[in-house]
């Protein structure tokens, strides 16, 4: 079956500095993915749709120059957390569809910025 | 856009009960999802249902598109079905963007 993959599952790192986060579709191309947000005890919140060799589209209130997206393959979207500080730490997750209306998770990426 | 609503908000229950868990819909929708997030966050299909019924094991489900709502029925429950249930729609117009309901979190007391 689909299969989406994170890595890491989790960091930790220092504020002011740079975080990057893969998202790969294993067994099949993704033309798009999609990255989402959650804070603990809260719902999966939609933060950009990845799309294969062009720009990300971003929602509302999600900064693009804090959260780069890039999707250089039809397996692979990075997303980068820039100059992070501890309100972003939050769950990290990233979904693809095969080609129908089914999405497929990762397994997330837990980030704590101290 | 699409808004989920998801009741009730937490449920206890005794193991080997059964429960019946909702979603409402404000449109019509091309993907509705049901899915169980894990301790570990993962977020595990249960069911891709934009209408009819769909049963896997314990797990049944029924969307009723005409009427905007779905329903997740876990039968005999077991500790393991313990977490975070949430369901998820798509509308056609939307970009392929999957809008979640605020879940069910379920607790199943041994």
């Known amino acids: 079956g689909a299969v989406v993959s994170q890595h890491p599952s989790w960091v930790i790192c220092k504020s002011g500095t740079s975080v990057k986060i893969e998202c790969r579709s294993l067994?099949?191309?993704?033309?798009?993915m999609f990255w989402y947000r959650q804070f603990p005890k809260q719902s999966l919140m939609l933060m950009a749709t990845?799309?294969?060799?062009?720009?990300?589209?971003?929602e509302q209130g999600v900064e693009k120059d804090k959260f780069l997206i890039n999707h250089a393959s039809l397996t692979l979207s990075t997303l980068t957390v820039t100059s992070a500080h501890p309100e972003d730490s939050s769950f990290y997750i990233c979904?693809?569809?095969?080609?129908?209306?089914?999405?497929?998770f990762g397994q997330g990426t837990r980030l704590t910025v101290v | 856009g699409i808004q989920v609503e998801q009741s009730p908000p937490d449920l206890i229950l005794q193991e080997g009960a059964n429960s019946t868990l909702r979603c409402n819909f404000s449109d019509s929708v091309n993907n509705l999802q049901w899915f169980h997030q894990n301790p570990w966050g993962q977020l595990i299909n249960l069911f891709y249902?934009?209408?009819g019924t769909k049963q896997n094991g314990r797990l049944s489900a029924t969307t009723v598109a005409t009427e905007r709502y779905s329903l997740l029925y876990i039968s005999s429950s077991q500790t393991t079905d313990s977490g975070v249930y949430f369901c998820a729609a798509l509308r056609g117009n939307q970009g392929g963007k999957l809008i979640f309901g605020q879940g069910t979190e379920l607790s199943v007391k041994p």
């Open positions: 249902i934009p209408s």
């Open positions: 067994d099949f191309q993704a033309t798009t």
């Open positions: 979904s693809a569809r095969i080609g129908g209306p089914e999405a497929f």
């Open positions: 990845s799309n294969e060799g062009s720009k990300a589209t971003y």
